[in-house]
């Protein structure tokens, strides 16, 4: 199970920490990963870490958002900042194990909205 919190209403040029707990997985084995859907649109990548903290973003988010994960806690971060009214989404929790038995395990959403 992916818990999320943390969304909420941000102002532009503000910023934002989202927050994933995961259980009943072995949270080490897995990449973690934050992504987002606006209303109308497709779900897209936002930013993952691996295991040992390889870390990957999408272009509209690198250099404002940064994702970060303790193994001990089984949990998983993105603070955002410099919010712009475009990062208005649902932000979806990910864990993703590439290796056989291969899984793939989704969170609620928590909903962000950035105003102007």
């Known amino acids: 199970q992916l818990q999320a919190s943390g969304g909420g209403l941000g102002q532009a040029g503000g910023s934002l920490r989202l927050s994933c707990a995961a259980s009943g997985i072995m949270f080490s084995n897995f990449i973690m990963g934050w992504y987002r859907q606006a209303p109308g649109e497709r779900r897209v990548l936002v930013a993952t870490?691996?295991?040992?903290?390889?870390?990957n973003y999408a272009d509209s988010v690198n250099g404002r958002f940064t994702i970060s994960r303790d193994n001990r806690k089984n949990t998983v971060w993105l603070e955002m900042s410099d919010l712009k009214p475009e990062d208005t989404a649902v932000y979806l929790c990910n864990a993703r194990r590439t290796v056989t038995p291969v899984f793939n395990y989704w969170g609620q959403g928590t909903l962000v909205t950035v105003s102007s």
């Open positions: 870490v691996s295991s040992g903290g390889t870390t």
